[in-house]
Structure formats: C-alpha cells, structure tokens
C-alpha cells in the first residue's frame, strides 16, 4: 500500500513547522510506523552533509533524526543558500547545481520540479507515513508562479494540506 502523505503549510517563515514536523515524526516513529520528512525547497546556510556526502537543511536532519531514520538529499532536494543580498548557491538532492539571483530563480523552479518529485516518490516508496513541510508563507503571491514550495506542489503529488 502506498504511504499517506500529509503537508504542513503556514503564515510565515520561523512560526514553528520545522518543529511541529519533528514532533509528529517522532510521535509517529513511536507508534511503529515508517515516517520520512520531506520539505520541497528550503532556503538556509545552516546545512548538514548526509551519509552520502549531499547536503540538506538542518531542520530536515533533525526531523529524520525525530523519524529514527538517517537524514537523506532527497528529504529536502532543493536547498537555497544564500549568497549577497539577492543570490543563492542551489543545491538539488544534494549536489551544487549553480547559482542565480532571486529573479532568475523563478525561471529554474520550473526545471526543478521533476526532481523535487522524484525525491517525493522515493521516500513515498519505503514508508508509510511521509510529513511534508511547505516553506514560508503559504500565500506569498509573488512566490506562486512555478511554485514548487507550497501549493504547487500540493497539487502536483496530490498532497493534502
């Protein structure tokens, strides 16, 4: 049987997801069920490097550390660091795949899309229970062409929120 998925979504950025994940996965976890956490994209200089060498956000680490499962690329495949003002390193499942100022960006989520899926569909396939974490703000209008975040992609795995 496929894994339930279900998507948490907020107000803002730092009002507590990361968090609230972390405690349902280890809640879950202690139930007995396959949890994985799974944030789409995330924008953070505090990263962690994983068993295989790529790099994710610490929050994802520390919600598989919740889950008793080891941190993977694919639980956060898109990972924005920030560099100046404007710019961002973009690391996907792990590994660096260039740069680009915020309004390039928007023109690459698009290609993006088709990993952040995949990683999705992998942790969907050795759990039963996957806890997706949404970025920001749920309704950043100027953020919502090619979400990929949020509710873009709700919509394109089929997430309930």
């Known amino acids: 049987m496929p894994a339930c998925a279900l998507m948490f979504q907020g107000t803002g950025s730092d009002v507590g997801k990361s968090l609230v994940v972390a405690g349902l996965a280890r809640a879950y976890a202690n139930r007995g069920l ?6 789409p994209q995330n924008m953070s200089n ?3 490097v ?22 993977t690329v694919h ?3 898109v990972l924005l660091k920030p ?3 404007t710019g961002a390193q973009i690391i996907v499942q792990g590994r660096v795949f ?20 995949e990683s999705f569909s992998l942790l969907k396939s050795d ?3 996957v806890l ?10 100027n953020l919502r062409a090619n979400d990929i975040a949020n509710m873009g992609f709700a919509r394109a795995a089929d997430v309930p929120v």
Do not use: C, H
């Open 83 to 85: 560099q100046g003002a």
């Open 50 to 71: 994983t068993e295989d060498g790529g790099e994710i956000g610490r929050a994802q680490a520390l919600q598989a550390r919740a889950a008793r499962v080891a941190p």
């Open 132 to 141: 997706v974490e949404g970025a920001g703000s749920a309704s950043e209008i």
């Open 46 to 48: 505090n990263a962690e």
């Open 127 to 129: 759990a039963d229970l």
């Open 34 to 39: 396959k949890v994985r956490p799974f944030k």
């Open 75 to 77: 639980m956060n495949p």
């Open 98 to 117: 260039g740069a680009a100022k915020a309004a390039q960006y928007q023109d690459v989520k698009p290609r993006l899309l088709p990993q952040v899926l």
